[in-house]
T-cell receptor, first 111, second 115 residues
């Protein structure tokens, strides 16, 4: 069974640009979650999508947004990039009541 | 407000002995708890979970204990193996009508198994 896949592995942008990160969940999983791990900080919850709907979002500004497609894949968009957005962005998927399983992340670097 | 705390940043254990990792939480609404292992440059790998209706769950060498009155959980690894060297995160969530709400993570404990 294929795990959660994320693309790209690395992404380099400059301040003010926009970034798009993609996630394919484990087959059959309907929920997708996004987390940020900035340097020196822990894993922080960003967004939760289930059945195409945004169910919850963490304490992040509105320039962090995303969506979930009918095939349950998801993308995370970050607009007006700032230096502090440099981080590892992790995607996870799960079924109802089951553990979340993570991909290996996208490393976003802002120059 | 750190709702999930791992007070030991690091732990060293001799190969073959028991490793005990601890985690405390403050939010009494949490009803599902998980442990993840993380290697550098990889995403967290799910190890074991426990629902708040249980106080123990075992899976092979891994056992998780939950003490709801103390708001404390622990992960026991027996016997410890060199491949267990990694950073371990505990996490907690609430299960709502739509499924697992967000995971709230502790800050991690770096476990080193000494051969």
């Amino acid at each position: 069974e294929a795990g959660v896949t994320q693309s790209p592995t690395h992404l380099i942008k400059t301040r003010g640009q926009q970034a798009t990160l993609r996630c394919s969940p484990i087959s059959g999983h309907t929920s997708v979650y996004w987390y940020q791990q900035a340097l020196g900080l822990g894993l922080q919850f960003l967004l939760w999508y289930d059945e195409g709907e945004e169910r919850n979002r963490g304490n992040f500004p509105p320039r962090f947004s995303g969506r979930q497609f009918p095939n349950y894949s998801s993308e995370l968009n970050v607009n007006a990039l700032e230096l502090e957005d440099s981080a590892l962005y992790l995607c996870a998927s799960s079924l109802y009541g089951q553990p979340q399983h993570f991909g290996d992340g996208t490393r976003l670097s802002i120059l | 407000d750190q709702q999930v705390k791992q007070n030991s940043p690091s732990l060293s254990v001799q190969e073959g002995r028991i490793s005990i990792l601890n985690c405390d939480y403050t939010n009494s609404m949490f009803d599902y708890f998980l442990w993840y292992k993380k290697y550098p440059a990889e995403g967290p790998t799910f190890l074991i979970s426990i629902s708040s209706i249980k106080d123990k769950n075992e899976d092979g060498r891994f056992t998780v204990f939950l003490n709801k009155s103390a708001k404390h959980l622990s992960l026991h690894i027996v016997p410890s193996q060199p491949g267990d060297s990694a950073v371990y995160f505990c996490a907690a969530s609430v299960i709502s009508n739509f499924g697992n709400e967000k995971l709230t993570f502790g800050t991690g404990t770096r476990l080193t198994i000494i051969p």
